[in-house]
Each structure stands twice: as C-alpha cells, then as structure tokens.
C-alpha cells in the first residue's frame, strides 16, 4: 500500500503562482508513471502532468507553457509549479502513481486550488 499526500494549495488571484507537492510513502524511483490530475466542479478528472517511464513527461495542451512538473527522488516527492494561474484552473488537484509490479492504482485526497480575484 502506498499513501500519497498532497499539500500546497489554495486560494490565488490570476496571474499568480502556486507549487503543489505529492509526498510518496514508497520510493518514487519505481513508478513508471506519477503525476497530477484535477477535477472541477461538474466535470470528469483530467490529467494535468506526470512523468512516464522515468524523465518523460505528458502535460494537458491547457497547462502547457504554465505549468511544469518535476521531480526529487530523494525526497519520494513530485512538484508541480503553475504559473499564470487562470479560474479555468480551479479544482482539486490529485497526485497519482502507479509502481512497476503493482497493479493497484494510487491516488492521494487531493489539494484544493482556486484561482480567483
């Protein structure tokens, strides 16, 4: 079993900027995929940024440019800094990780981010 927290989020205004942090309670160097989503109100969960398969990254078209993932293995810890933060932004964001080996899926309760002026 693997706990994923999340932390770093809130209230901003446009424009502003936000880190999100996912603390893993496994290694996070044998994930072979581990990222942010967030679902908005009323709307289905979609994928923000990971990493796949270790440094390759997917980000959403709607972040690309204002958002960048990264990553510190000795920390078992996964960032995502968002920059140029719109209200289109506002959701819970949700760290997410899937380990080689385990077919369990892992989500973490999610960190509320709302960008409003």
């Known amino acids: 079993q693997v706990q994923l927290v999340e932390s770093g989020g809130g209230l901003v205004q446009p424009g502003g900027s936000l880190k999100l942090s996912c603390a893993a309670s496994?290694?996070?160097?044998?994930?072979?995929?581990i990222g942010w989503y967030r679902q908005a109100p009323g709307k289905q969960r979609e994928l923000v940024a990971r990493?796949?398969?270790?440094?390759?990254?997917n980000y959403a078209d709607a972040v690309t440019e204002r958002f960048i993932i990264t990553r510190d293995n000795a920390r078992n810890t996964v960032y995502l800094q968002m920059s140029s933060l719109k209200p289109e932004d506002t959701a819970v964001y949700y760290c997410?990780?899937?380990?080689?080996?385990?077919?369990?899926?892992?989500w973490g309760r999610g960190t509320q981010v709302t960008v409003s002026s």
């Open positions: 496994r290694s996070i160097v044998y994930t072979y995929s």
């Open positions: 997410n990780a899937n380990y080689f080996g385990d077919l369990r899926e892992y």
């Open positions: 990493f796949i398969s270790g440094d390759s990254t």
